[in-house]
Structure formats: C-alpha cells, structure tokens
C-alpha cells in the first residue's frame, strides 16, 4: 500500500472553459478523495516557485504569463498510487496525443500557442507532490 497525496491544479483554460465540474467530477468517479480545494489566480512568484523546472525553456515565459491570466483551482487529492494515478487520468502532455478517454484527450487541443494549454496539472513524483503542496497550501 501507498498511500499518497497530489497536487492537481485545474489550469485558467479549464476554468474559463467551465470544465472545473467535468475535471473534478472525472477525479471523483475514479475514487480519489479531495482533501483540499481552492480558486485563486495565481501570482507570477508562486508560478516561479511551481516550475522552477522549467526556467530556461522555450515555453518557460508563456507559461508563466498564461497560468496568470486567471483563476486556478488548486486541489490535493489522496489515495493509494494517486500520483501516478491522475497522471494516467489527465493523459500525455500533449493534448493532439493524450488518448481518448484522458481529460487532455477528450477535453484538449492544440491551439497554435507557444504554451500548450492542456487543462491539469498533476504532480509527477512523490517529491514534487511534497514540494508543490506546500507552494500551493502551506506547510
Ligand atoms: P506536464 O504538465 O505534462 O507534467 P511538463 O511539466 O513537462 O508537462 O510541462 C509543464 C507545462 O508546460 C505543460 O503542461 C504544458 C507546457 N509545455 C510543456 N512542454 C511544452 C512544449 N514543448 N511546448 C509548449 N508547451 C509545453
Ligand atoms: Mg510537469
């Protein structure tokens, strides 16, 4: 048993398409608790600390400027394998290639922007779940 949280961030494109309901609804059909939820628009120093990773990368700025542009829903999720496990929900990257079924591959597509705008976010090891819950909700 694993017993794991994550940190699922709704993106400004999902809220704005009005698709929160359908991607938490999808979060809770497969049985994953939601131990916290909130909306807020991100500021740019929480955006820096979140994909600190990602500094340097073409897509860096776009990024940044593009999670700014609206409200998010941030949520922790629990439940055994849950990391791994929503990022089987949200699908690949890419919302062209994510497979049908996924949020990205049934909700997403590319738009033609220097940012893909595909919807979720989800943690991607049990460090950044660590690491990004605490950006998100405090310690
Ligand atoms: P993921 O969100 O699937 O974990 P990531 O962490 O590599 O992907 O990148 C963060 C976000 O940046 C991703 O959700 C969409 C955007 N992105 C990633 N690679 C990109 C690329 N090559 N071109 C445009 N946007 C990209
Ligand atoms: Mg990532």
């Known amino acids: 048993m694993s017993l794991e949280r994550t940190l699922v961030l709704v993106k400004p494109d999902g809220v704005k ?8 609804s999808r979060i809770e059909r ?10 807020l628009t991100p500021s740019r120093e929480l955006l820096e600390q979140h994909y600190a990773e990602h500094v340097g990368k073409p897509f860096y ?4 400027e593009f999670m700014m542009s609206g409200p ?4 922790v999720l629990e439940g055994n394998r849950v990391i791994e496990g929503f990022r089987s929900l949200a699908g690949t990257t890419e919302p062209t290639l994510a497979a049908p079924g996924t949020i990205r591959g049934d909700l997403g597509r590319d738009w033609g922007l220097k940012v ?5 976010h989800g943690s991607d090891s049990p460090e950044s ?4 819950i605490g950006i998100w909700f405090g310690a």
């Open 17 to 24: 398409r009005h698709l929160t309901g359908e991607i938490l």
């Open 30 to 39: 497969k049985g994953y608790d939601i131990v916290e939820l909130k909306q």
């Open 61 to 64: 700025e776009p990024l940044v």
């Open 72 to 75: 998010v829903v941030a949520v």
């Open 116 to 120: 893909q705008q595909n919807l979720v």
């Open 129 to 132: 779940a660590a690491r990004e």
